[in-house]
């Protein structure tokens, strides 16, 4: 029934625009059916009730009435336990289904778009091409670009997507069937069954267990992490390429470049060991193990279709030499297929890659080959026996053969290799300095590291890696610590025998806050062999410093220029090409210092960083360690690429993909390949093009921005760290503890067992802000911030700040950035968790500065933007919260009360399981909650 769909109320807008009504009927058929699916399986009653609190909520959020408010407490006060599980279950469910409508319905605009031949839109890379050309580039220009280009999205197992692969397996079934039913015209028989198969699914859905009944291993992380490969990167990733390319051909004709594989997925799940125990040696092993296996499976699939499909005859066409010679290599020796080269050829190709397999140590699943045959040495050999296929089809007539699956499989073939996705170590500095200060003490001249000063202990270091004497020793008991990460070290270098080093190239250092960090790794990989020292040494893995806190922000330029100095560090530079990666920590710099201090810190770090590397005349590459939401760097990508400081992207970037954003971007494909696309086309438009637009302006607006920065650290330090008891009031009024028990990811939520906030991840910090809808890691000290600016240097000033916004990328990105979080805030639901503070004193008085650090936030905010309300000018994201916040509310609020129960002391597996429920729906919801 469509009462559990959005009506007509005085919060929407006055009509529906009508290319956004198609959305709104996808919403109310998804909504009807998961109401009868309510009405069938809990009754009359129970939907009666979901009804009469989502009404009751909406008037809440309308009017702030405390009518309404007093109402919905007596309704879930009186809610039984299980009455609670079927209402959290409802609401949870219908959100999720909201969200694969809006996600239809931006396929179906960009299709829309498409269709009516528009201009290109921005973050396209066809408009891209346009404004690049049109700035004077040509060819030879985009050819270099793309030649030295890095565009890496880097998948993490980082613990904010709460989704079962159950739930999203059949979210996928759902927005299959609703797009059949928009890009089809349905028979009335197939529109019945269609209907059906909605029907069922969600009628699935509502018997399926939405929660893990355990916390994940990483080996399931690892597992969940490979299923977007299947969904979207493996055969997403090879279209964009091709895009790209054809592109490229449509405005440089025969001169376009043929585009090295630039464009590359990456992972830390499985390898990134900082704080999470349960990485091991073992666990990193079978992480590329999976991974190369999935792509070796996929590859011999494809080949298998391909060559299903190529039943030429050579009675008919001619082939190539090269073709000739690979068919007459093959085992296939049919009688059949003596008059198909393609086909034999092929079958040998897939001879060798289950043979490859084998080597590799992998299970084969698929068809077995025909015969026993050499296995590749790499996968360039498997790109080269594709290339002769093609070019044998393009030089006789069959060059439309030669595209599509074939063109695919051998660009993913480039891009994937036999490893898959490139994985990144990482541990923290502290744990390396344990390590090599324990084989000092057991090997070396230098007794007694971990107090040595800074310069003693940089000697002692550059005098081990450049000798090629090892400490370590078989011989000798080390600590369990040490062996641990030798274990992991030496597992590396098997990694790189076994797949190849372009399965592990980077090794990530966190909380580096000085030139010893670099180098103790450093010495470590030289212990297994992963850096050969010697007059010419040899690294083999990028080196790349973390800088994370305030602090580490604003010391990394001189760690760097430091750190260049070095001539043996110079020289191992040499071998990586002289590319060094820098690695910025959005997340611990906000936890740290705020959001406005932390972006300008960032921005400041990375034009530092720039101007040190061209001293040195070192290429730089960036690492962006960022996370869903804006208090963790998030935010839309093509934006924040373009707001960076003036060469500072050159052509390169990384970006850490986190969370349920992960699920958010890639599981579907099409929208996979537009978010993949966006990066690329920032990408090209931030080297491109230039983006020095502030010319005179930068010192005073740097100026401006470092006294806001200030201003807007000391308020936020202020709450966060020099109130007494505010620790207390975040612990009793977010569900940060209840958080902890809902088994979301593999590593725990603190670095050590403490309930400081210091020692608290920045992730689980974010995520309970957000559900709790107070959100203060987005926008806390703005408002403290402008309003004293604007106090000292009046009207002139909010004009400055004003043409700062009008001109400047990088201020339009941190209000807009801002902007969205203040739209998902809830002050009214924020004062419900407030209440859950048992000392009042300390809630109300804590409360009272979040809430005006609020109102002032939303009032500089549009004094210094103009608006007059939020999302103004971004109407599609505020359609999209307007749709969903009915159903988020009355999540927050029921969550409040079974907080309350629980607290109380009723501590029943119900309970529980409705507070994790409700924490789920919630995040599903905001949908970039972490």
Avoid at 216 to 238: C, Q
Avoid at 293 to 298: E, G, K, P, T
Avoid at 475 to 503: N, P
């Amino acid at each position: 029934m469509s009462s559990l769909t959005p009506g007509n109320n005085s919060s929407d807008k006055n009509h529906i625009d009508a290319k956004d009504s198609p959305l709104r009927e996808d919403i109310r058929l998804l909504g009807r059916m998961l109401g009868d699916t309510l009405r069938e399986q809990e009754g009359e009653s129970t939907f009666a009730l979901v009804e009469n609190i989502r009404q009751t909520a909406i008037r809440f959020r309308r009017e702030q009435d405390p009518k309404a408010r007093q109402e919905l407490d007596t309704i879930l006060n009186q809610l039984s336990n299980k009455a609670t599980v079927a209402v959290v279950r409802a609401f949870s469910y219908f959100s999720q289904l909201s969200n694969i409508a809006e996600d239809i319905h931006h396929n179906r605009r960009r299709r829309a778009h498409l269709c009516a031949g528009s201009p290109p839109q921005a973050g396209s890379v066809a408009l891209a091409l346009d404004r690049v050309l049109s700035s004077g580039a040509d060819g030879a220009a985009l050819a270099r670009f793309f030649a030295k280009a890095v565009v890496s999205p880097v998948l993490t197992a980082h613990p904010t997507e709460v989704q079962r692969r159950s739930i999203l397996d059949w979210q996928l079934t759902i927005a299959h069937l609703m797009n059949a039913r928009d890009r089809m015209q349905l028979t009335p028989d197939e529109l019945h069954d269609n209907e059906e198969g909605l029907r069922r699914a969600i009628q699935i859905l509502w018997k399926t267990r939405m929660l893990r009944s355990a916390r994940l291993s990483v080996h399931d992380e690892i597992k969940n992490g490979l299923a977007y490969y299947r969904y979207t990167f493996l055969t997403e990733v090879p279209r964009l390429y091709a895009e790209i390319e054809d592109l490229l051909e449509s405005r440089l004709g025969k001169n376009a470049p043929r585009i090295p594989p630039f464009l590359r997925i990456g992972s830390w799940i499985g390898s990134d060991r900082d704080g999470n125990p349960f990485v091991t040696d073992e666990v990193m092993q079978h992480a590329a193990e999976r991974q190369s296996a999935l792509a070796l499976d996929f590859y011999m699939g494809e080949v298998h279709l391909i060559g299903r499909r190529l039943s030429l005859t050579d009675r008919l066409v001619e082939v190539s030499d090269e073709l000739t010679q690979l068919a007459e290599a093959s085992p296939d020796h049919a009688e059949s297929r003596a008059d198909e080269p393609y086909r034999r050829a092929l079958i040998g190709v897939y001879a060798r890659l289950a043979a490859t397999g084998q080597r590799l140590g992998h299970t084969i699943t698929q068809r077995r080959p025909v015969a026993p045959v050499e296995p590749y040495a790499d996968s360039t050999e498997f790109v080269h026996d594709l290339d002769i296929v093609i070019r044998s089809l393009k030089q006789h007539k069959s060059e439309l053969l030669a595209r599509g699956a074939l063109r695919h499989l051998q660009r993913a073939a480039e891009v994937f290799g036999f490893h898959l996705a490139p994985l990144d170590m990482r541990q923290h500095s502290n744990v390396h300095e344990h390590v090599v200060a324990e084989l000092f003490e057991h090997g070396a001249q230098c007794q007694d590291y971990s107090a040595l000063t800074e310069a003693q202990r940089t000697r002692c270091l550059l005098t081990e890696i450049s000798s090629p004497r090892p400490l370590l020793s078989p011989y000798l008991d080390y600590s369990d610590v040490t062996q641990s990460e030798l274990r992991i070290l030496q597992t590396a270098a098997e990694i790189h025998r076994r797949f190849g080093r372009a399965a592990l190239p980077n090794y990530i250092i966190s909380k580096t806050d000085g030139v010893s960090d670099v180098l103790e790794v450093a010495l470590l990989l030289k212990e297994v062999g992963l850096l050969q020292p010697g007059e010419t040494p040899r690294l083999h893995l990028n080196i790349i410093p973390l800088f994370e806190t305030i602090t580490d922000l604003r010391g990394c330029g001189a760690i760097m220029d430091e750190l260049f100095s070095l001539p043996y560090y110079r020289k191992l530079l040499d071998s990586r090409g002289d590319v060094q990666e820098v690695m910025l920590g959005y997340s611990d710099s906000n936890k740290d210092g705020g959001f406005l201090a932390a972006n300008w810190e960032l921005y400041k770090a990375e034009t530092e960083l720039t101007k040190v590397f061209a001293k040195h005349k070192i290429e730089l590459r960036l690492f962006h360690g960022r996370g869903g939401t804006v208090g963790r760097g998030g935010g839309p990508s093509y934006q924040a690429i373009l707001a960076q400081p003036p060469g500072s992207v050159n052509g390169q970037i990384r970006i850490t993909e986190q969370g349920e954003v992960i699920g958010s971007k890639y599981s579907d494909p099409e929208i996979g390949r537009r978010n993949l696309e966006t990066l690329v086309a920032a990408t090209v438009e931030a080297t491109l093009l230039s983006h020095d637009i502030l010319g005179e302006r930068a010192a005073g607006y740097y100026q401006v921005m470092e006294v806001l920065a200030g201003d807007a650290l000391a308020a936020y330090r202020s709450l966060v760290y020099e109130t007494p008891g505010f620790e207390r009031y975040f612990q009793e009024s977010t569900p940060i503890r209840e958080i902890a028990g809902l088994h979301i990811g593999s590593r725990p939520p603190s670095r050590k067992r403490s309930d400081l906030i210091e020692d608290l991840r920045a992730i689980p910090w974010v995520f309970s802000w957000s559900v709790s809808r107070a959100m203060i890691p987005g926008w806390y000290g703005f408002g403290s911030a402008v309003e004293a600016f604007v106090q000292r240097e009046g009207e002139q000033g909010l004009k400055q700040l004003q043409e700062m916004h009008r001109i400047w990328p990088f201020m339009q990105t941190l209000l807009s950035n801002m902007d969205m979080v203040l739209s998902k805030t809830d002050m009214g639901i924020a004062s419900r968790y407030a209440e859950l503070v048992t000392d009042v004193k300390l809630r109300e008085e804590i409360f009272a500065r979040i809430e005006a650090e609020w109102e002032r936030s939303i009032k500089w905010l549009f004094a210094v933007t103009g608006h007059t309300e939020l999302l103004q000018d971004n109407p599609t994201l505020a359609r999209s919260i307007r749709n969903r916040i009915p159903y988020i509310d009355p999540l927050n609020h029921l969550q409040v009360e079974l907080l309350r129960r629980y607290r109380a002391g009723d501590t029943g597996e119900m309970v529980q399981r409705a507070i994790h429920l409700s924490i789920n729906g919630v995040a599903a919801g905001l949908r970039n909650s972490g």
